[in-house]
């Protein structure tokens, strides 16, 4: 199949080649495909021929391997599938007994941590679990637990150097070896800081032992230095500039919210008002009008109804209103026409305007047919959007009814739970 399909390709590179067709691209393309084929090919020959399978071990330390096959045996089955594990690799009785005293030199080292050194320790060990790479494995116990915790850590810090025995069991696969050591637990050296707190408190500590004595006077002074004493509060001008920048990005927010409303609701207008305009326009050309008479018409009427408050402002016919005085003021005809689908910003709009563009340059055939047909499917719009609205209106009602549902349980269940418990 991939053969095949390499050979289509090449074939269909060379004919294009032939006609010295434009397209390059597709020739390359050609090209790229066959090789593709045919190293898929390749590969699979490969892949389908028998092989005596040769699996690597781990070295020690990193632990089995899963791997999976797909087996066949001569008149039995095939492609059956096989999952085995490879074991790491077994060491002899003498590697395991360099790699358990390279296992100790190492743990000599690493058991310190930041301390200086085992006879100065007043920092946590540091214990790890498997050593020479992961070949040898290790498991730690202390002679003293009030001193450190099981994963090498401070549990309390001793006043006076200690000497702790640590015993590590090191197992390198069979073979175990224990190794016992010690270290010496000395107090931390405490920074000018804590030195003083510790002054402090002991001061505070022998007021707390005084007998009828409803309060403790804090230290104003020690050691002939002054001590000054205040409550930890919360830098409150970070929390006004956090609100500040809150309220600050809330009215941004805010003026984007109605910003995109007062777009929506233009664009809503718009789509409301273009079958009344298209109408007009209809009547208007079939009664002998022409174009610029007719826009002049609607939109000089719709002004008057503006100005006498019959009616509110109408996006689409203020849009109309430009559009006349930009031909009053010098404008282009045509163009003027042309910018007001621009500003209306709606295909429907734009698609009215490139009608009138074009029936101002080639005459009037034809328009009050457009007109019509323009007018019906505007309608069918209108209706459309006016489902879309019901039904994204009666999706807000379903919170305020599934509130008031709640209510309604509640006034009926509570005094029922009620009587009954009386």
């Known amino acids: 199949m991939y053969l095949a399909g390499a050979l289509v390709s090449l074939a269909a590179a060379m004919g294009l080649k032939r006609k010295a067709l434009p397209q390059r691209q597709y020739h390359q393309a050609l090209l790229i495909l066959a090789a593709a084929f ?30 999976e096959f797909l087996v066949d045996v001569a008149g039995e089955f095939k492609d059956y599938p096989l999952k085995l594990e490879i074991a790491e690799k077994k060491l002899t ?47 730690y116990r202390f002679s003293d637990y009030h001193i450190f915790h099981a994963d090498g850590t401070i549990r309390q810090e001793p006043e006076e150097p200690a000497v702790v025995e640590i015993t590590a069991e090191l197992t390198c696969q069979e073979a175990a070896n224990l190794y016992q050591f010690s270290v010496c637990a000395v107090p931390r050296e405490k920074s000018l800081q804590e030195r003083i707190a510790e002054k402090l408190n002991s001061l505070v500590a022998e007021q707390n032992e005084r007998e009828d004595v409803s309060y403790v006077v804090l230290p104003d002074k020690l050691e002939g230095r002054k001590v000054t004493w205040r409550k930890h509060a919360i830098n409150k001008s970070f929390v006004i500039v956090f609100l500040g920048a809150a309220v600050a990005a809330g009215l941004i927010f805010r003026e984007k919210e109605a910003e995109k409303r007062q777009r929506e609701k233009r664009e809503r207008q718009l789509m409301m008002d273009y079958p009344g305009i298209v109408g007009k326009f209809s009547l208007l050309l079939g009664a002998g009008m022409n174009i610029s008479l007719a826009w002049e018409k609607i939109a000089l009427s719709y002004q008057r109804n503006r100005v006498s408050g019959e009616t509110e402002k109408r996006y689409a016919y203020e849009e109309m209103l430009t559009a006349l005085h930009e031909i009053s003021e010098g404008t282009g005809e045509l163009q003027a026409y042309e910018n007001f689908g621009n500003r209306c910003q709606l295909a429907t709009y734009r698609r009215l305007s490139s009608m009138i563009v074009q029936n101002v340059r080639k005459g009037s055939q034809g328009m009050q047919k457009l007109l019509e047909q323009e007018e019906w499917e505007a309608y069918e719009q209108r209706k459309a959007h006016a489902r879309q609205m019901g039904e994204e209106a009666g999706t807000k009602l379903l919170l305020p009814m599934g509130i008031m549902l709640v209510i309604v349980l509640a006034v009926l269940v509570i005094p029922a739970g009620m009587s009954l418990n009386l």
Request: aromatic letters at 6%; charged letters at 30%.
């Open 93 to 139: 009785e003498a590697q395991k007994r360099a790699y358990l005293k390279e296992a100790r030199k190492e743990l000599d080292v690493v058991i310190l941590g930041d301390n200086p050194s085992a006879d100065a320790v007043s920092k946590a060990l540091f214990l790890p679990e498997y050593l020479q790479e992961g070949a040898v494995e290790v498991s």
């Open 38 to 67: 045919l190293l898929a090919a390749v590969i699979g020959a490969f892949a389908g021929k028998d092989e005596r399978y040769r699996i690597a071990r781990n070295e020690p330390g990193q632990g089995a391997q899963e791997k």
